[in-house]
């Protein structure tokens, strides 16, 4: 089963990646996001229609639920940092920064708060972790996407807190399903909202991206998540996360290679490759 993990964790790294590197590139990341939330529910609407003619009534208590609630609520959250952090960065700097500040903020909390002590490649995995953000902070023109990028990884870490004890209560295809059409409704209300309240203004002339566009990223992002969720029902986090951010490097590399992001590119690609260094350790 570890195996299938792994093989699980992995697709979800490809699909994860890509999604990001289409909407950096989409203009408006924000608005695309809100396309994307309202084809990906649709999606899941339409994939797992089978499962519930098959399988039946799936399971979800009042505890599910409401840890479904509040995930999605952080998942929102998490757009609307992670869109900021684009509008601001580049690709290359700010996907290392989000991605590998997530383990590193629960490595906090268990130190701090659960009073966890590490082993020694624990420890390493830590230093690389802060040598990697560091790295990819200092590689950046102005820095004006750290702060939004590292917020990223806090709701990450929340997020995925929650969903992991949420997903073993709940049939995990329904608890995603659930996840997203929550986010569907939120997205698209909260981005009303900051606009009446001036709060949000679109990015230049960026167009929405196109309907057919919007489905790609939001298949990418559900069946991305989907995998990770079924993957954390059956095989411990330390085993998934590791695995699914290997989406780092290849994503700065993507960002250095592709989108022409070449300014200190060996300092990015470094700090890229220490924080998935760190994020392994830290499964250990």
């Not at 997903?167 to 929550?182: G, H």
Request: net charge positive; glycine share 8%; charged share 10%.
């Amino acid at each position: 089963m570890i195996a299938l993990a792994v093989g699980l964790a992995l697709v979800a790294a490809v699909l994860h990646g890509t999604w990001n590197v289409l909407v950096k590139v989409s203009g408006d990341p924000i608005t695309t996001f809100r396309r994307v939330t309202l084809t990906s529910a649709l999606v899941a609407t339409i994939a797992l229609v089978p499962a519930w003619l098959v399988f039946g009534r799936p399971a979800l208590n009042p505890a599910a639920a409401g840890l479904c609630l509040m995930s999605s609520v952080l998942e929102t959250t998490y757009l609307w940092l992670l869109s900021t952090a684009y509008r601001r960065g580049e690709l290359s700097a700010v996907y290392p920064i989000a991605r590998g500040s997530a383990p590193l903020l629960s490595v906090v909390v268990g130190l701090l708060i659960l009073g966890e002590r590490l082993t020694t490649p624990q420890l390493a995995g830590v230093a690389l972790l802060l040598i990697g953000i560091l790295a990819v902070t200092l590689s950046q023109a102005t820095g004006r996407a750290t702060v939004p990028a590292l917020l990223t990884g806090v709701a990450i870490a929340a997020y995925t807190s929650l969903d992991r004890v949420g997903v073993r209560l709940a049939t995990p295809w329904f608890y995603a399903w659930l996840l997203f059409a929550l986010m569907a409704v939120e997205l698209p209300l909260s981005l009303w909202v900051a606009s009446k309240l001036g709060l949000y203004r679109a990015a230049g002339n960026a167009a929405p991206p196109r309907w057919g566009q919007a489905t790609i990223i939001g298949a990418f992002m559900w069946a991305g998540y989907f995998l990770v969720l079924y993957a954390l029902s059956f095989a411990p986090l330390a085993v998934v996360a590791p695995v699914r951010e290997i989406a780092i490097v290849a994503v700065a590399v993507w960002g250095v290679w592709r989108l022409g992001e070449r300014g200190r590119a060996g300092m990015k690609l470094s700090g890229a490759l220490a924080t998935l260094v760190g994020v392994a350790l830290l499964a250990v």
